[in-house]
């Protein structure tokens, strides 16, 4: 089955810094690949997501990007504020006929005012 | 936010009893997921859900069964608790096509005592 990991698990950033964060997924069939945020005591949500088709995906302070040849994929958050502190979780998802969602083990990122 | 629920929300139960919690979703989606969420383990996978009657096993399903009599409902039961399954459940739903994002519920705390 799908493997994906995650690093690293802390990451503290000064604020306004860059935070980046790393994943590697095993199985090439994979297709799918979202990031979620998670606040405190809250449910994981959605800050963005790419396909297989595509290498790179912006949305104002968070990108993500996707290499399919070396199976790995990264979020980059510019201009880091306190509110991203929390904890992020990449993910792979497969095709057709294989549809479990894959998680990474989380990255804490604590912003330092 | 997606119209799914889970109940409880938290729980208390003694070691050996049976437990069921209940994922109820209002959206139709197709898929339907239970995570369970523990400190350094990230979201592991339980069980997952394709359609109704439809479901294939996760990562740490071991001690857990699941049931998808109609579409809106995904239960997991604890056939005989233990401590070790303390922990955070999380159902999660996304619609028909593999590539769309999921949506989580509030989130279960069971704590087995």
């Known amino acids: 089955g799908e493997n994906v990991e995650q690093h690293p698990s802390t990451l503290s950033v000064q604020e306004g810094d860059s935070a980046v964060i790393k994943c590697t997924y095993s199985?090439?069939?994979?297709?799918?690949f979202p990031w979620y945020k998670q606040e405190l005591g809250k449910r994981p949500q959605l800050i963005i997501d790419?396909?297989?088709?595509?290498g790179e995906k912006k949305d104002q302070r968070i990108a993500v990007t996707l290499n399919k040849t070396a199976k790995h994929f990264s979020l980059h958050i510019t201009e880091t504020q306190p509110e991203d502190s929390a904890v992020y979780f990449c993910?792979?998802?497969?095709?057709?006929?294989?549809?479990?969602?894959?998680f990474g083990t989380g990255t804490r990122l604590t912003i330092i005012p | 936010d997606a119209g799914i629920t889970q109940s409880p929300r938290h729980k208390v139960t003694e070691t050996g009893t049976p437990v069921t919690l209940r994922c109820h979703q209002t959206?139709?989606?197709?898929?339907m997921y239970w995570y369970r969420q523990d400190p350094g383990h990230g979201l592991r996978l339980i069980h997952y859900?394709?359609?109704?009657?439809?479901?294939d096993k996760g990562e740490v399903s071991d001690g857990y069964s699941v049931s998808r009599s109609k579409t809106e409902d995904f239960l997991l039961t604890l056939e005989s608790a233990t401590s070790s399954q303390t922990s955070v459940y999380f159902c999660?739903?996304?619609?028909?096509?593999?590539?769309?994002?999921?949506?989580f519920g509030q989130g279960t705390r069971l704590t087995v005592v």
């Open positions: 999660a739903i996304s619609a028909s096509t593999p590539d769309t994002e999921a949506f």
């Open positions: 199985d090439s069939a994979s297709n799918y």
């Open positions: 790419i396909r297989s088709n595509v």
């Open positions: 993910a792979a998802k497969g095709r057709l006929g294989n549809e479990k969602l894959t």
């Open positions: 959206e139709n989606h197709r898929y």
């Open positions: 859900s394709y359609g109704v009657k439809d479901t």
